[in-house]
Structure formats: C-alpha cells, structure tokens
C-alpha cells in the first residue's frame, strides 16, 4: 500500500499494488518471527521488505487509483471478525484442557477441582468465553443483516476489543493450573498467551478499537444543556411531580 495521490484528502491518498516477489527490485531484507518461533527454525512469517526501483504492470493495482484505503478497510472488516471467530474456537479448546487438568489432578490432598481458586478461575473463564462467543455471533449476524462493513464497524470493533482480554484471560489460567507443566514447551499455553497479544495489535491495537467503538456509541446520545444531567433525582422527581399532579391531588383528596 503506497501513497500515490498526495493531494488528494488523507483517506484517499494510498493505492493498493499486488506485488509478486519474483519482481526484479523486490528485496527480503530479513523475515521476522513472534517471540515463540525460533530464528534458527527460519519460521519468520513476517519480514522487513525494501522495494528498489520495482515496477509492474497496471492490473496489479487492486480497485482504484486513491481507493486503498477503503479497499484494506473492506478486507479488515473481515479479517477481523474472523479472528474474533478463530479466537473463540481457540478459547474453547484452551478451556476444556483447563478443566481436564482440574478433575484430573490431585495435589495437596485433593484434586484441583476442590480448591475454590481454581473453581473461580474455572467460572471466570466459562463467563468470559460465553459473553464473547455471544458477542462474536451477534456481530456476524449483523454483518449479515446489513451487509455493509461501514455501518457495522463498531460491532467488529467491539469484538476486536474484546478478543485479546478473554484470550490472554483463559490462556493465563490454563497455563497456571497446569503448574510447571503449564509453563513448559511441552504444553501450549506460552504461545497461546503471546497469540493473545498479537491479536491485540494485528489489525490495529486495542486502544485504537476501543476510540472507534466510544465514538460510534457516543454517536447516538444528545447532550443536556442543563447544568445538572437528565438523570439528576431531584429533577427526575419534580418532572414526575409535575406529570401526575393530577392523580397526585385526587390521591390527597381521598386519603
Ligand atoms: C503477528 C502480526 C501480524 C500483523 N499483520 C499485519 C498485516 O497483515 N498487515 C498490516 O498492515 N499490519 C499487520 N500487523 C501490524 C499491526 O497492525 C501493527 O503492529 C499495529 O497496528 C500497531 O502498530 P505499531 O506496531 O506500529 O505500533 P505503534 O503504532 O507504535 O503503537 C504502539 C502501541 O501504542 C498504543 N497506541 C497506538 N495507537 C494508539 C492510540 N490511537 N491511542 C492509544 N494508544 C495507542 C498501542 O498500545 C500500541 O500497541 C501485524 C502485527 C503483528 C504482531
């Protein structure tokens, strides 16, 4: 994605290019893996790209000339629901191996089940899992409905937002309730738990997602142009005073 229009307004100035790497010019500067992955292993699936001099043909350019912002919010907007749907996949799995583990193992005299801390880690994560699984299906549902990414951003947002917290979350508690074995590399809750944060910074980080869905929700309320809030008691009650003066009168009347 490259700025071709600089004239143009900020959100219509870049253009998306498909560029393949058997281009002359295309230089793999180095690949980049996450913490888990090792350099030895070549397992980087992220590198440092230079482009020198590069140049292809004009049916390489994806939609048009200025559009690439529009068209990578398009491509985001379900990337992003999409990872929201993996997660939940993922949580699931990480949860039921927590509850393995806890029926399964005895320590102290008893099985893990018992202990009450665990049962709270137990019922938190369940909790959480569920209010994100329901969250993830409602926004699907709304990107069905409307069929428009525009118009359900602060959905996918929301679930975005919600994503990293529930995954790091549960992967946190499987691993602690496993014990040492949790923490090893014979178990995989170390990479699920960095996993967690990178899906709170691919595709634009928490913080960024949470400023969109407060705008958008803020979006639908009207200010009060009183000094004191339209939930304030004392106007609340004066308001209720004043609409049923009648019946107020007549109950007065009659007591
Ligand atoms: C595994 C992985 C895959 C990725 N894949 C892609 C990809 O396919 N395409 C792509 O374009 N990008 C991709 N990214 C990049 C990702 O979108 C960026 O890393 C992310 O948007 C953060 O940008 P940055 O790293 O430059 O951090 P910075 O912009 O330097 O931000 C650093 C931190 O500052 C905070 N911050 C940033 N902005 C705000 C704000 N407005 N308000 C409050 N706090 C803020 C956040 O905590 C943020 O993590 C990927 C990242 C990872 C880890």
Redesign the pocket.
């Known amino acids: 994605?490259v700025v071709t229009e600089p004239d143009n307004p900020p959100y219509q100035q870049q253009s998306m290019l498909l560029v393949p790497t058997d281009t002359p010019g295309v230089e793999i500067v180095r690949n980049v893996g996450?913490s888990y992955e090792s350099e030895n292993d070549d397992h980087g699936?992220?590198a440092y790209i230079r482009y020198n001099d590069v140049r292809i043909p004009k049916e390489n350019l994806l939609g048009p000339r200025g559009g690439g912002f529009v068209v990578?919010q398009t491509r985001l907007g379900g990337g992003r629901i999409h990872h929201a749907m993996r997660t939940s996949g993922r949580v699931q799995r990480i949860f039921d191996m927590m509850c393995e583990r806890a029926i399964s193992r005895t320590t102290q005299g008893e099985l893990l089940s018992k202990k009450q801390m665990v049962q709270e880690m137990i019922a938190d994560s369940w909790i959480e899992m569920e209010m994100f699984r329901l969250l993830v299906l409602r926004t699907a549902w709304r990107i069905d409905r409307y069929n428009d990414y525009k118009f359900v951003r602060k959905d996918i947002s929301a679930v975005k937002a919600a994503m990293p917290g529930v995954y790091r979350n549960i992967a946190s508690r499987a691993l602690q309730i496993h014990g040492s074995l949790g923490a090893s590399w014979e178990m995989p809750f170390g990479k699920e738990v960095i996993e967690s944060?990178?899906m709170?910074?691919?595709?634009?980080?928490?913080?960024?997602h949470k400023?969109q869905v407060a705008r958008r929700v803020l979006d639908s309320y009207v200010p009060c142009d009183d000094l004191f809030p339209t939930g304030h008691l004392p106007k609340r009650r004066a308001a209720a005073e004043a609409k049923y003066a009648d019946v107020l009168e007549r109950h007065l009347q009659t007591h």
Do not use: R, W
């Open positions: 994605m996450l699936t992220h990578a944060f990178h709170g910074l691919a595709d634009g980080p928490t913080e960024v400023v």
